[in-house]
């Protein structure tokens, strides 16, 4: 079985297993930081290691709800796995959180699946194969004189004032995969992305980005790589066109503090 196709059957069935507590009051505990984590978390991470190392027991294993094992760093590939990307908005009800899986090879994301099952949509994509919802190609929006953006507040607010007359903001996104996602699908033209964004955060959802057509980097114009010793990532944009260099000289200024 391909990888694409064992990334798709595993986090399908923990979408299922997610959703037996979804708005079923689970179990919370809070971790550093004051991060939910919920049972859910726990039994859809639990059900996603044993089946995806049951089936490639070379690949290496980073997870946000499993203990970093550092053997990984000399496996010849990686499984990136957040069981709920989104939890703080799994726990209070809202849709938006996804199962968020990829297979990571020398830093980049060869394989990757945003299962969504409260919102009944599946992403994925593989490198040079394309980005899909629910089996259809996606591409980014055209862009046009009214442009959708998400992200902190504060950083949006440093766009220059022509950009701003532009600008409609969405409203708060519980799940950063799923938001990077959203301008894959055309929903949204761009999002800043605040510092501390974490591997599994967003390894699956800049595969299905960058073959939609977009990109998510950096200040300096540098793609993420995973699945490394440093796994956090500091302030990032993701978008296309004119918008992403505009949102480039804010996170410029940013890392110049």
């Not at 945003?114 to 629910?134: I, M, Q, S």
């Not at 955060?201 to 950096?218: K, N, P, V």
């Amino acid at each position: 079985m391909a990888d694409l196709e064992l990334l798709r059957q595993a986090a399908a069935e923990a979408g299922r297993i997610a959703m037996g507590y979804f708005r079923q009051s689970p179990e919370v505990w809070f971790k550093t930081g004051d991060s939910p984590v919920s049972e859910a978390d726990y039994a859809a991470d639990r059900y996603l290691r044993e089946t995806l190392l049951a089936a490639r027991p070379d690949y290496g294993w980073l997870s946000e709800e499993t203990a970093d094992n550092r053997d990984r760093l000399s496996a010849p590939r990686t499984f990136v796995v957040d069981p709920i990307d989104g939890t703080r908005g799994f726990v209070e009800g809202r849709t938006a959180w996804c199962v968020s899986v990829a297979v990571v090879q020398d830093g980049r994301s060869l394989a990757g699946v945003l299962e969504c099952p409260a919102r009944a949509e599946t992403y994925w994509a593989t490198a040079d194969g394309g980005a899909f919802l629910n089996g259809a190609p996606i591409r980014l929006k055209a862009g046009g004189e009214r442009l959708r953006i998400a992200g902190p507040k504060p950083m949006i607010d440093k766009l220059p004032e022509e950009w701003q007359a532009r600008l409609e903001r969405e409203a708060y996104i519980p799940s950063l995969a799923y938001r990077i996602a959203m301008i894959a699908s055309g929903a949204l033209d761009a999002s800043f992305v605040k510092p501390s964004a974490h591997d599994w955060d967003i390894a699956a959802a800049e595969l299905i980005l960058s073959e939609a057509g977009g990109q998510l980097l950096d200040g300096r114009g540098r793609r993420p790589a995973f699945a490394g010793a440093n796994i956090v990532h500091g302030a990032l944009m993701a978008g296309s066109g004119e918008l992403l260099q505009a949102m480039a000289a804010v996170l410029e200024r940013l890392d110049s503090r």
